[in-house]
């Protein structure tokens, strides 16, 4: 059964910071590259980023390039999304997903997990 579980949302002021945590099982999880993506109320969700399965490359979405920082520890089937100078505009639920990036573009597998909560203030 695949599992992923995101956590480390929470209330924020405009400018802070978070650290978001996606652990997962049921799948190999150095095998896949792992994205994050993002859904506001009202809104589709969007694509805002993805590290390459070894670690070695990451891929960000223009609006949160410089802010965000992915990493990710295979041994512990987790990665990480750091986010710095946080805007009210980044509020949403955060989802991650395996899936692969290819071309420069991030295909998603079908699996996702609740999401985590994450709301700046201004």
């Known amino acids: 059964q695949v599992q992923l579980v995101e956590s480390g949302g929470g209330l924020v002021q405009a400018g802070g910071s978070l650290r978001l945590s996606c652990t997962t099982s049921?799948?190999?999880?150095?095998?896949?590259?792992m994205g994050w993506y993002r859904q506001a109320p009202g809104k589709e969700r969007e694509f805002v980023a993805v590290i390459t399965r070894s670690g070695g490359s990451t891929y960000y979405t223009d609006s949160v390039k410089g802010r965000f920082t992915l990493s990710r520890e295979n041994a512990k089937n987790t990665v990480y999304l750091q986010m710095n100078s946080l805007k009210p505009e980044d509020t949403g639920i955060y989802y991650c997903?395996?899936?692969?990036?290819?071309?420069?573009?991030?295909?998603?597998?079908?699996?996702w997990g609740q999401g985590t909560q994450v709301t700046v203030s201004s």
């Open positions: 049921g799948r190999t999880f150095s095998s896949y590259d």
């Open positions: 997903n395996f899936g692969q990036w290819s071309g420069g573009s991030y295909y998603p597998r079908d699996y």
